[in-house]
Each structure stands twice: as structure tokens, then as C-alpha cells.
């Protein structure tokens, strides 16, 4: 059983940055891809950013581009989303996510984490 667990939510200003994490068990991973998504309220839930666990391929969405950065670190099973230059477009709450890289869509989900960027 996939358990994704984030942290690092938060409140904060406009132009600061945020780290979350995300931490994995239950499986080895070297098989998986592990991203994050947002949902702010009222609208669809997006893709932000995904990194492959093997090689570290990463994909990223247009809108964060140059200000978000993922990585993992693979000794404590943990994906993290480095933000910085928040704006309050960015404010949602923000999931973890896995997928097997055979597999389209994302089967394993985190409960999510509340990111508030205040003007």
C-alpha cells in the first residue's frame, strides 16, 4: 500500500518561498513517477510538477516554470517542491501524487497540503 504524506503548507507573502514534502512508503519506488497537483477553490484540480525516482527527469508545468523546482531525496524517500517568487495565484491546496510510469494517470494520492500567498 502507496502512502503519500505531505508537509510544509503554510501562509506566507507574496514573493516568499515555501518548501513542501512529501513522503513516500510502501513501496520501492524506482519503478514510479512522483508529482504534485493543486486544486484552488472553485477550480479543477492542475498538474504543478512531476520527477521520474529513477534518473530524475522532471516536468513541470508553464506557469511555474523558473520559480518551482522538485527533487527527492531518495535516502529518506521524500519528494519535495521548492517555490519561490509565490504569487496569490498560487494559493490551493497542493498533493502529492504517484504513478506507475507504465500507467497515464496518478493512483496514489496524499491528503494534501494548504498553501496560502497573501498580496
Known amino acids: 500500500q502507496v502512502q503519500l504524506v505531505e508537509s510544509g503548507g503554510g501562509l506566507v507573502q507574496a514573493g516568499d518561498s515555501l518548501r513542501l514534502s512529501c513522503t513516500a512508503s510502501?513501496?520501492?519506488?524506482?519503478?514510479?513517477?512522483l508529482g504534485w497537483f493543486r486544486q484552488a477553490p472553485g477550480k479543477e484540480r492542475e498538474f504543478v510538477a512531476a520527477?521520474?525516482?529513477?534518473?530524475?527527469?522532471?516536468d513541470y508545468a508553464d506557469f511555474v516554470k523558473g520559480r518551482f523546482t522538485i527533487s527527492t531525496d531518495k535516502a529518506k524517500n521524500t519528494v519535495f517542491l521548492q517555490m519561490n517568487s509565490l504569487k496569490p495565484e498560487d494559493t490551493a491546496v497542493y498533493y502529492c501524487?504517484?504513478?506507475?510510469?507504465?500507467?497515464?494517470?496518478?493512483?496514489?494520492w496524499g491528503q494534501g497540503t494548504q498553501v496560502t500567498v497573501s498580496s
Open positions: 501524487a504517484g504513478r506507475l510510469l507504465w500507467r497515464a494517470q496518478y493512483d496514489y
Open positions: 520527477i521520474m525516482w529513477s534518473g530524475g527527469s522532471t
Open positions: 510502501g513501496r520501492t519506488f524506482s519503478s514510479y513517477s
